[in-house]
RNA sequence: GGUUAUUUAGCUCAGCUGGUUAGAGCGCUGCGUUCACAUCGCAGAGGUCAGUGGUUCAAGUCCACUAAUAACCACCA
C-alpha cells in the first residue's frame, strides 16, 4: 500500500485527482455519513456567489472559512451539510448582459426583445455558473453537489411565488404609490441601500417664483420646481412667521403654481436663504412633508427622465436641457437673484452610476411596520430585532449586532418591485381595478400578470429554507425532511459589507415563513484588499484571480494564507508573498511525512491504542501533542481560526520537525510513535489544507482522510516531562547561541566540561542530545567541582555550566557574558522590587505569586554561576 | 454631523476573559547543509505596543480624552 513520495509536493499534479476521489466517495452528501441517526448536524448553506462573473479572491476567503468549519465538524461526528448554489443577482446580470451586447452589437434590450434578451442572459448564465461552480471545486470546497439550488430554479421559483402570496394575505406585503429611487438608467427602482452617494459640486441657484412672492428659495434642482406646492421655514425662524399658513398662486414661468408655507423643524435657516421649496414628487424629504402636511403632489419627470406633457415649452425637454431653459428664463425675467458654486452629496445607482431620480410611482413594498398575526402580532422589524437583542442570534465579532440593531431600528418599507425582465415574475394578476395574488393565473378572460420582477434580495432572502425544501417540507407548522434535520442553519459566514442587505432581510423572511431565526451564528469577515490596501475592483484592475495562485502555489497554500493573519469583521490585504510563505511551510509538512513514512515500519504500523512512551523526548512531544490538541479544538470552537493554525505550525514545525524528528534519528526504535504522530498531524492540518493531507493519507492508509475522526484529548499532559525537556533544549540553543556569538564555525568540533550543581537532572539524555545534536560538541565530561578553565565558552543555564574549550577572544567573550549579566541583573531586580511590594504579595493570586518566586530564584542561581565563572 | 473600528519590529499582521524577558511570516545580517526538506537549517539585529491621563498589587490588554486613518449610516433644499 505504501507509494513513494516525491522530494517536493506538487500541488498541480495531486488536487484534481483528490478532489476527485473526495466526490466518488460520496461523503460530501450528509446522507451517505457513516453515522447513527441521532447524530447532530451541522450546516451551512453557502452565500450564493452572482452569476454576473467568475469568483474573485473574496469568494475564496469564504469558501477557505466555511470549508474549515465544515471539514473539522464532519471530522468531529457530526451530520455535516455544505449547500451549494448561485444567485441570479436580477439587476446586476441584466445590466451586465444588456453591456456586453451592446458593445458587441450596438443593439439595446428594446431592439431585441424581452424574449431574446432573456435567452442571451440564461445563455451567459449557464457560462458563468459553470466556470463558478468549477472555482469551488478547485479550491477543495466539499459541497453537497446533490442539493446545488439556484435563486431562480424551479423549486426557489415555487417558494418565492409561495411566501409572496403568504406575505400578500397576511399584510406583509401590499402595492403603494410611493416615492421610489428610480434609475432612468436601469428603467427600474432601487431599494434605499442601492443607492450610492458621491460628492459633486452643482449650482445652488437663488431665485423668486414670482415677482409679487414674497421668499427667495434656494435649490440645485431648478426644473422640479415646476412640481412645487409649498415652501417650508424653520418655524422658528423670525423671518419667516408671519407667512406661515398664508398660501399663494401665481404664474411661475407659464405655470400655474399655488404654494403653502409650511414649517418644518427640519429646515435649516443657515443654509441658502433659509426657504425650501417643497417638490413632494422628487425628493424623499419632500415628500415626507407633503404627507405629513397634506399637500398636492405634482409629477414633473417621468420614468425616462423626460420633463412630462402638460408643462408647456418644457415637455419632453430632458431634465438637463429643462434646467438651462428655465435658468434662462429666470434671468431673462430678472427673478434669478445668484447662482454660486457648492459641493453636493448626489446620489446614484451602485450598478451604472446614473443619477437617481425620486419619483412616486405605484410599487410593492413588503412592510416591516405592521403587525402581522402569525409573529403574534409583532411586526417584522420587532420580530427581527427581538432576536438580536436577546441573543438568539449571535454575532462575530459582535460589534456588528450593534449596527444590525441600528440599522434595524430605522428601517422603511421596502420595496420589492423591479422593472427589468430578468428575475422572478410577481404572482399578481390585473384586470382593470381588480387584483389577483395566488399562485396561479386567475380564472377567466382579462387578467394580465403584473409585468415587474422582484428584487433579486427577496428571493435571496429565503436562502436558508428554500434550498431546504421548503414549501413543500413544511405543513401545518411542522417540518419535515431537509428542512426539519437542516433547519436552522448553525453559521451564516459572510461579508460584514452585506449585513444589512442580506443577512436582516434573511432573518424577517425566516421569522415570517417558518417562525424561527434562520442561523444560530453570523460570522462575518472582511474584505479582502489588494497589497496596498486598496479595494480590489475590476475598474483598477487591481484584482487577483483566485486560480492564478492556484495554479501557482496550490490551493492549500492559498486557503491557509486566506485563514491566517486575518480576524473576523477586519480587512486584510492579499499578496503573493503570504502564498508562497505558506506553500513553503506545506512542503514542510510534506518533508516530515515524507521522513516519517521513510522509516522502516511506520507506513505499515497499526496502532491500537495509544503508543507507550519511552524516552524524555517521547513522553515530551506527547505531552505537547496533547496541549496542541485541546488548544487547537479550543480556538476552532471559539472562530478563531488564525490562532488555531499559528498554533499547529508551532507545534508542526518547531516541535516536531525542529526538536523531535531531530531527537528521533539519534534515538531510534519510534516506529509506533512516529506512526502516531503522522496520523495526528494530517488529521489536525485536513480542514485548513485538505489536498496535501490527503494526499499523504492515501499513501499509507486505507480510507479517505476526510471522514476520520479529528484527535481527541487524551493523553494527560506529563508536567515533568516538559520542564526536564525543555530545560536541554534551553541549554543547546544556548550553546549554540554562544558559539555563533563568539564565531565558532559548528564544522569545527569542541571539547566540553559539564558541572552542574543539582545532579537530578536526566544527565544522560542531555549528553546525548549534546554531542549528537548539532551542537558540534565532540566530547563531554562531567566534573564534580567547577574547574573554571580559562579561555573557555562558557554557558550557563539554571545551575550547569558548561565550559566549551576553544581558543577564543577573551574580551569578546566577557563582553557578552557581561551583557548576559545585564539582562539577568535587570530581571532580577524588577522580581525583586515586585515581591518586595507588601500589597502585590497580598493581593495578587498566590499562584501568580509563587511563579514570580521560582523566577526569580532560577535567575539568581544563574547569575551567581556566571559571577563565578569570570575572573 | 453620527456610529464603529484601526494605530504593536523595515513591511503585512497575531496577541482570548489584565499576570514568564511582547510574538509570527516576509525582508535584513552572519554561519551552515551530500544523510526528510534551499519551497532548507542554525543563530542574530530590529519594538519607550500612536500620545496624554486614569483604574489596578500588576496595563499592549480595561476606562477617558487627543491625534491620524478607514468603513458604514444620515443630511444635503
Redesign the pocket.
Given at each position: 500500500m505504501k507509494k513513494e513520495l516525491a522530494?517536493?509536493?506538487?500541488p498541480q499534479e495531486n488536487e484534481n485527482d483528490i478532489y476527485r476521489l473526495w466526490e466518488s466517495s460520496g461523503f460530501f452528501n450528509p446522507d451517505n455519513a457513516p453515522l447513527p441517526k441521532t447524530a447532530q448536524t451541522y450546516t451551512i448553506i453557502l452565500p450564493p456567489p452572482n452569476i454576473t462573473a467568475k469568483l474573485h479572491i473574496g469568494h475564496s476567503a469564504m469558501l477557505a472559512i466555511e470549508d474549515l468549519l465544515i471539514r473539522y465538524k464532519r471530522m468531529n461526528g457530526y451530520r455535516t451539510l455544505w449547500l451549494p448554489g448561485t444567485d441570479h443577482a436580477a439587476i446586476a446580470t441584466q445590466m451586465v448582459v444588456e453591456k456586453k451586447i451592446f458593445e458587441e452589437t450596438g443593439q439595446t434590450r428594446h431592439d431585441l426583445g424581452k424574449e431574446i434578451l432573456l435567452e442571451k442572459i440564461w445563455e451567459f448564465l449557464r457560462n458563468t455558473q459553470s466556470e463558478i461552480l468549477g472555482q469551488m471545486r478547485k479550491l477543495g470546497a466539499s459541497l453537497d453537489w446533490s442539493r446545488e439550488a439556484f435563486t431562480l430554479d424551479q423549486a426557489r421559483q415555487k417558494a418565492v411565488n409561495r411566501l409572496f402570496v403568504e406575505m400578500y394575505q397576511e399584510g406583509a406585503i401590499y402595492r403603494g404609490e410611493r416615492i421610489v429611487n428610480w434609475c432612468p438608467h436601469c428603467q427600474s427602482t432601487l431599494a434605499?441601500?442601492e443607492?450610492?452617494?458621491s460628492e459633486q459640486t452643482t449650482k445652488?441657484?437663488t431665485f423668486k417664483y414670482a415677482p409679487d412672492f414674497p421668499i427667495t428659495?434656494?435649490?440645485?434642482?431648478p426644473e422640479t420646481k415646476l412640481g412645487d406646492t409649498a415652501v417650508?421655514v424653520?418655524p422658528k425662524d423670525e423671518r419667516y412667521q408671519k407667512y406661515l399658513g398664508q398660501e399663494f398662486s401665481f404664474d411661475f414661468v407659464g405655470q400655474k403654481l399655488t404654494i403653502k408655507i409650511i414649517g418644518d423643524r427640519?429646515?435649516?435657516?443657515?443654509?441658502?436663504t433659509?426657504?425650501?421649496?417643497v417638490t413632494p414628487a422628487h425628493?424623499?424629504?419632500?415628500w415626507q412633508m407633503a404627507q405629513e402636511n397634506d399637500l398636492a403632489v405634482i409629477k414633473v419627470i417621468n420614468e425616462q427622465g423626460l420633463i412630462r406633457e402638460g408643462f408647456g415649452n418644457y415637455s419632453g425637454l430632458s431634465v438637463k436641457d429643462a434646467r438651462e431653459k428655465l435658468i434662462a428664463e429666470l434671468k431673462e425675467k430678472g427673478l434669478l437673484i445668484s447662482e454660486e458654486e457648492?459641493?453636493?452629496?448626489?446620489?446614484t445607482c451602485y450598478r451604472c452610476d446614473t443619477p437617481i431620480e425620486p419619483l412616486p410611482s405605484k410599487q410593492w413594498f413588503v412592510s416591516v411596520d405592521c403587525p402581522l398575526e402569525r409573529l403574534g402580532g409583532k411586526s417584522l422589524k420587532e420580530k427581527a430585532l427581538a432576536v438580536a437583542q436577546e441573543g438568539t442570534l449571535k454575532f462575530i465579532p459582535?460589534?456588528?449586532n450593534?449596527?444590525y440593531q441600528?440599522?434595524m431600528s430605522?428601517l422603511h418599507d421596502w420595496c420589492i418591485s423591479r422593472q427589468i425582465w430578468f428575475g422572478h415574475p410577481i404572482p399578481v394578476w390585473y384586470r382593470g381595478a381588480e387584483i389577483y395574488c395566488d399562485l396561479k393565473a386567475p380564472e377567466g378572460e382579462g387578467w394580465v400578470q403584473d409585468v415587474d420582477t422582484l428584487d433579486t434580495w427577496f428571493s435571496s432572502g429565503m436562502w436558508t429554507f428554500s434550498t431546504l425544501g421548503w414549501p413543500d417540507n413544511y405543513r401545518d407548522g411542522k417540518k419535515f425532511g431537509d428542512l426539519a434535520n437542516f433547519h436552522p442553519t448553525q453559521v451564516l459566514e459572510t461579508g460584514?459589507?452585506i449585513l444589512?442587505l442580506w443577512v436582516s432581510r434573511m432573518v424577517m423572511m425566516s421569522m415570517f415563513a417558518l417562525g424561527e431565526t434562520p442561523f444560530e451564528s453570523v460570522y462575518l469577515h472582511g474584505t479582502i484588499?489588494d497589497?496596498?490596501?486598496k479595494?480590489m475592483s475590476k475598474s483598477k484592475g487591481n484584482g487577483v484571480d483566485p486560480l492564478v495562485a492556484i495554479n501557482e502555489y496550490g490551493a492549500d497554500a492559498l486557503r491557509l494564507s486566506l485563514l491566517?493573519?486575518?480576524?473576523p469583521?477586519?480587512?486584510?490585504?492579499y499578496?503573493a508573498?503570504?502564498v508562497?510563505?505558506?506553500?513553503?511551510?506545506?512542503?514542510?509538512l510534506?518533508?516530515?511525512a515524507?521522513?516519517i513514512l521513510?522509516q522502516p515500519g511506520v507506513a505499515e504500523c497499526q496502532l491500537n491504542s495509544d503508543p507507550e512512551p519511552k524516552t524524555i523526548a517521547d513522553r515530551w512531544i506527547l505531552a505537547e501533542l496533547s496541549i496542541t490538541i485541546s488548544e487547537v479544538r479550543?480556538?476552532l470552537d471559539?472562530f478563531?481560526f488564525?490562532?488555531a493554525a499559528?498554533i499547529l505550525?508551532?507545534f508542526t514545525?518547531?516541535k516536531l520537525?525542529?526538536?523531535y524528528?531531530?531527537i528521533a534519528?539519534i534515538e531510534g526504535g519510534k516506529t509506533e510513535i512516529l506512526n502516531y504522530l503522522l496520523l495526528a498531524i494530517l488529521r489536525l492540518w485536513h480542514p485548513f489544507i485538505p489536498f496535501v493531507t490527503e494526499k499523504i493519507w492515501q499513501s499509507f492508509q486505507t480510507g479517505v482522510l476526510m471522514i476520520e475522526q479529528w484527535p481527541t484529548f487524551n493523553l494527560a499532559v506529563d508536567e515533568q516531562a516538559k520542564s526536564t525537556f525543555t530545560f536541554w533544549r534551553d541549554l543547546?540553543?544556548a550553546i549554540?547561541?554562544s558559539r555563533?556569538?563568539n564565531?565558532i564555525?559548528?564544522?569545527v568540533q569542541l571539547e566540553a566540561l559539564v558541572f552542574s550543581v543539582n545532579n537530578q537532572k536526566d544527565i544522560a539524555l542531555g549528553a546525548e542530545l549534546i554531542t549528537k545534536l548539532?551542537t558540534g560538541l565532540s566530547s563531554l565530561t562531567f566534573v564534580n567541582e567547577d574547574p573554571k578553565p580559562e579561555n573557555a565558552i562558557t554557558v550557563v543555564v539554571q545551575d550547569t555550566i558548561f565550559y566549551l574549550l576553544a581558543a577564543i577572544d577573551p574580551e569578546k567573550e566577557a563582553a557578552r557574558i557581561t551583557k548576559e549579566r545585564e539582562?539577568?541583573e535587570k530581571?532580577i531586580f524588577?522580581?525583586s522590587e515586585?515581591l518586595a511590594?507588601q500589597?502585590?504579595v497580598?493581593?495578587?493570586?498566590a499562584k501568580?505569586v509563587d511563579?514570580?518566586k521560582e523566577?526569580l530564584a532560577a535567575?539568581q542561581l544563574e547569575l551567581n554561576k556566571l559571577k563565578e565563572t569570570i575572573l
Open positions: 522530494k517536493a509536493y506538487v434605499d441601500d443607492v450610492e452617494y445652488l441657484y428659495i434656494s435649490t440645485t434642482r417650508a424653520n427640519n429646515v435649516d435657516p443657515d443654509f441658502g433659509g426657504a425650501l421649496g425628493s424623499m424629504v419632500d457648492v459641493i453636493h452629496n448626489i446620489s459582535e460589534r456588528f450593534k449596527r441600528d440599522w430605522n460584514y459589507e444589512t484588499l497589497k496596498h490596501g479595494k491566517m493573519g486575518s480576524t469583521g477586519n480587512d486584510s490585504r499578496s508573498d503570504k508562497e510563505a505558506k506553500r513553503n511551510f506545506i512542503n514542510k510534506w518533508n516530515i515524507r521522513y521513510a479550543k480556538r471559539n478563531e488564525s490562532l499559528e505550525t508551532e514545525r518547531d520537525a525542529d526538536w524528528l531531530e534519528k543547546i540553543v549554540r547561541n555563533s556569538a564565531k564555525a559548528p564544522g548539532k539582562v539577568l530581571l524588577n522580581l515586585r511590594n500589597e502585590f497580598s493581593r495578587a493570586p501568580i511563579q514570580e523566577k535567575y
